[in-house]
T-cell receptor, first 112, second 114 residues
Framework: GESVGLHLPTLSVQEGDNSIINCAYS??????FIWYKQESGKGPQFIID?????DKRQGQRVTVLLNKTVKHLSLQIAATQPGDSAVYFC???????????FGTGTSLTVIP | ETGVTQSPTHLIKTRGQQVTLRCSSQ?????VSWYQQALGQGPQFIFQ???????GRGNFPPRFSGLQFPNYSSELNVNALELDDSALYLC?????????????FGPGTRLTVL
């Protein structure tokens, strides 16, 4: 499969601060990206998505930025809360629509 | 909870054995995907089923096979188990093909191969 990787395997932030999680991808054919949150003992949970014809998308407290020039994706979490502590994965989907590539993941720890 | 259930929760097998893992999709979901997640890694796509037919496959050998039933529940079968097959196996269901933003994951089955 293609390479989808994350720059930082672990990230610790103070409660209330903003968090930024980064992801690099290598397949220029990918046209859809998703960020997932995975808590211990649970399956991944959808957070936010973005298509390749966009460079920014905002949700509730989360923003995803896509830079196709350098094949980079980031997830910004505003006012990070203890409940945000989890492993975060980016995933890319090729435009064939039936292949998923997940990154390795970043473990986010929020310090109260 | 997502409405996607998997059984069993945990399973221990020995090398060379065969295993069947089961997944019940969320009501009305006709698409199921299976993933293997090794410890400390991201999930790896195994295959996807849509309306009882395989609709895509990742880089896994033929000893990984699947089924989807008329009620859209699904099975993952692994033959000739190897030590490296030890992982968390996740299934995810969605309302239709390419509805990835509406794809819900189950809690997974933890398989240990000794």
């Amino acid at each position: 499969g293609e390479s989808v990787g994350l720059h930082l395997p672990t990230l610790s932030v103070q409660e209330g601060d903003n968090s930024i999680i980064n992801c690099a991808y290598s397949n220029s054919a990918s046209d859809y990206f998703i960020w997932y949150k995975q808590e211990s003992g649970k399956g991944p949970q959808f957070i936010i998505d973005i298509r390749s014809n966009m460079d920014k998308r905002q949700g509730q407290r989360v923003t995803v930025l896509l830079n196709k020039t350098v094949k980079h994706l980031s997830l910004q979490i505003a006012a990070t809360q203890p409940g945000d502590s989890a492993v975060y994965f980016c995933a890319e989907i090729e435009n064939t629509g039936n292949q998923f590539y997940f990154g390795t993941g970043t473990s986010l720890t929020v310090i109260p | 909870e997502t409405g996607v259930t998997q059984s069993p929760t945990h399973l221990i097998k020995t090398r060379g054995q065969q295993v069947t893992l089961r997944c019940s999709s969320q009501s009305g979901h006709n698409t199921v995907s299976w993933y293997q997640q090794a410890l400390g890694q991201g999930p790896q796509f195994i295959f996807q089923y849509y309306r009882e037919e395989e609709n895509g496959r990742g880089n896994f050998p033929p000893r990984f096979s699947g089924l989807q039933f008329p009620n859209y529940s699904s099975e993952l079968n692994v033959n000739a188990l190897e030590l490296d097959d030890s992982a968390l196996y996740l299934c995810a269901s969605s309302l239709d093909l390419e509805k990835y933003n509406e794809q819900f994951f189950g809690p997974g089955t933890r398989l240990t191969v000794l």
